[in-house]
Nanobody
Framework: QVQLVESGGGLVQAGGSLRLSCAASGRTFSSYAMGWFRQAPGKEREFVIAISASGGTTYYGDSVKGRFTISRDNAKNTVYLQMNSLKPEDTAVYYC????????????????WGQGTQVTVSS
């Protein structure tokens, strides 16, 4: 497993942008697919976006298509979530997750999780 630490959360106005980072420990980061999930107050955690180990394949949750992008820098053991055109409904704790092998979109498929970073979008 890898250890994951998210950063970059904060307060932003609607229509603004934020970039989250997730730094991973370990020497095998390049063999892990990475994902972002989020959990809003009173709601279940939901899939946001994911990227394959090589970076060649990405999956998007329906609510973020066209607004969010994911990228990774395997040399830096880091994955990024670029969030544009933010909406108040994007307010949530955002979690980074990792799994060895193929990219996935289900929470149950990811075995390593970060502590989360809060994103708050004001209207």
């Amino acid at each position: 497993q890898v250890q994951l630490v998210e950063s970059g959360g904060g307060l932003v106005q609607a229509g603004g942008s934020l970039r989250l980072s997730c730094a991973a420990s370990g020497r095998t980061f390049s063999s892990y697919a990475m994902g972002w999930f989020r959990q809003a107050p009173g709601k279940e955690r939901e899939f946001v976006i994911a990227i394959s180990a090589s970076g060649g394949t990405t999956y998007y949750g329906d609510s973020v298509k066209g607004r969010f992008t994911i990228s990774r820098d395997n040399a830096k053991n880091t994955v990024y979530l670029q969030m544009n055109s933010l909406k108040p409904e994007d307010t949530a704790v955002y979690y980074c997750a990792a799994r060895p092998g193929n990219v996935a979109t289900r929470e149950v498929d990811f075995g390593s999780w970060g502590q989360g970073t809060q994103v708050t979008v004001s209207s």
